[in-house]
């Protein structure tokens, strides 16, 4: 792969940086402010005035690979773009980059109806109404999606939804209009992967109730408006179904794919933000007579936090690499360690950065309590470390059961009890001459 970057995607960067200096950084203080004084069932003002000067600058939908909806960029392309727009909460969705909006849109693009693109993409491209995508459930392990209980039964030219949803990103947004919702539409089916379906739910549907919004670690919308809601007899035509009936699954493995790597990808713009407010905030202080910059525990912790960022960079653009030249299905070992890789390093940044800040880090007023909660939250989002891990061992063990071990040397890895005996025993190697 080739590491550098086109021409087009480095006048994006610019203007993309040029940008944020001058309209997101100088608005982050107000974009807290009102997030915490408004709450999740109302807009933040300064978003909605941001997002035409975006647009008007040529900043917007860059997501989409597709040049009929979006910037038709690549992912390779959208990666470091991405991570610029994840340096700050504020910024995704003044740029209409942010979930679950891009998930949803994807999913409009790949799988959905003329109709259906005509109705709710649309708007949803031009940054008019926002979405939200129900599939998480209270009563089970959502992280096997398989287990979800909600039921989507024919009655006629409609279908009956019933079920109750948490962790719905975005429906306590007023200008939430549309959600995707993900049910049982045939329990009894033997093939598990098909007893799922997508449908389309407009949110002013009789029988869709927004319960409660759901703080993550005490933020309500930043990052996400997630919150609990009830389907109780809700009744949409059956032109709302998306793909067909038993096409869930499948959907989901389609939205999932591309949204891990944007998560990813934000991620290491959150730490990398976060490591520069580190390094300069250790140069700032004193302590015992010299910066704080100058210990060694700080250096170590910069040291790696280095490491670590770059080490999660190559393996997002590896992977970006990959989807765009073999496909999400080819790559989905590398998705699968680039979603477990970048939150943990996200994680261990801001960590190292609120010990840094001392109890001020502890506060927001420094960004790292939130920067915090984000990559916290993505250890468990479009699902937890312990599913994909298992994939990753899963597809390393694939591998091997697949070469004959007499050609690639694999039975000489292979000890013998006796050999085993032996290294205990200490008796299997000569000691060292010297």
Same mark, same amino acid.
């Given at each position: ?63 989409? !690979? ?82 979800v209980t909600s ?128 390094c300069r905030r ?64 996200a994680c261990q ?34 699902? !937890? ?44 190697? !000569?000691?060292?001459?010297?």
């Amino acid at each position: 792969m080739e590491f550098d970057y086109s021409p087009k995607v480095k006048e994006l960067q610019q203007r993309l940086e040029t940008f944020m200096a001058e309209y997101i950084y100088p608005n982050e203080k107000r974009f807290y402010q009102e997030s915490e004084k408004l709450g999740p069932w109302k807009v933040q003002p300064i978003v909605e005035e941001l997002k035409p000067i975006a647009k008007s600058k040529g900043l917007w939908n860059l997501f989409l !690979p597709d040049d009929e909806y979006g910037a038709g960029l690549t992912n390779l392309e959208y990666a470091p773009l991405c991570e610029i727009t994840g340096r700050s909460h504020l910024a995704p969705e003044v740029f209409n980059c942010s979930a679950p909006d891009t998930g949803n849109m994807e999913v409009l693009v790949k799988y959905g109806t003329p109709e259906q693109k005509e109705q709710w993409l649309k708007p949803l491209l031009d940054g008019e109404i926002r979405s939200s995508f129900a599939m998480t459930e209270p009563e089970v392990a959502s992280s096997d999606a398989t287990n979800v209980t909600s039921s989507i039964k024919r009655e006629g030219d409609d279908y009956i939804i019933n079920g109750r949803k948490w962790y719905t990103t975005g429906a306590t947004d007023p200008r939430c209009k549309i959600i995707i919702f993900m049910g049982k539409n045939d329990p009894d089916n033997p093939n598990r992967h098909q007893q799922q379906s997508m449908i389309l739910v407009p949110k002013d549907t009789p029988g869709v109730r927004v319960v409660r919004s759901l703080p993550v670690f005490g933020f309500y919308g930043v990052p996400d408006r997630a919150a609990e809601v009830v389907f109780d007899n809700v009744r949409v035509p059956a032109s709302s179904m998306i793909l067909g009936e038993g096409r869930g699954f499948e959907i989901a493995q389609g939205r999932l794919g591309p949204g891990r790597i944007h998560h990813c990808m934000r991620l290491i713009g959150l730490a990398e933000r976060v490591l520069e407010r580190m390094c300069r905030r250790l140069q700032m202080r004193t302590t015992f007579g010299q910066p704080i910059s100058k210990q060694t525990t700080s250096l170590e912790r910069i040291a790696e936090a280095r490491i670590m960022i770059e080490q999660c960079r190559l393996l997002t653009l590896k992977t970006a690499w990959l989807m765009d030249t073999v496909g999400n299905k080819a790559a989905k070992s590398e998705i699968a360690m680039i979603k477990v890789s970048a939150p943990i390093m996200a994680c261990q940044v801001i960590d190292w950065a609120i010990q840094a800040f001392g109890g001020g880090g502890t506060s927001n007023d420094h960004y790292l309590t939130s920067a915090y909660s984000t990559a916290r939250l993505l250890r468990l989002a479009d699902g !937890p470390d312990e599913v994909h891990r298992n994939q990753i061992a899963r597809l390393e063990m694939k591998r091997y059961e697949m070469l004959n071990p007499d050609v690639t040397g694999g039975t000489a890895d292979v000890l013998s009890l006796d050999e085993v005996n032996s290294i205990a025993a200490g008796s299997l190697f !000569p000691p060292d001459d010297d």
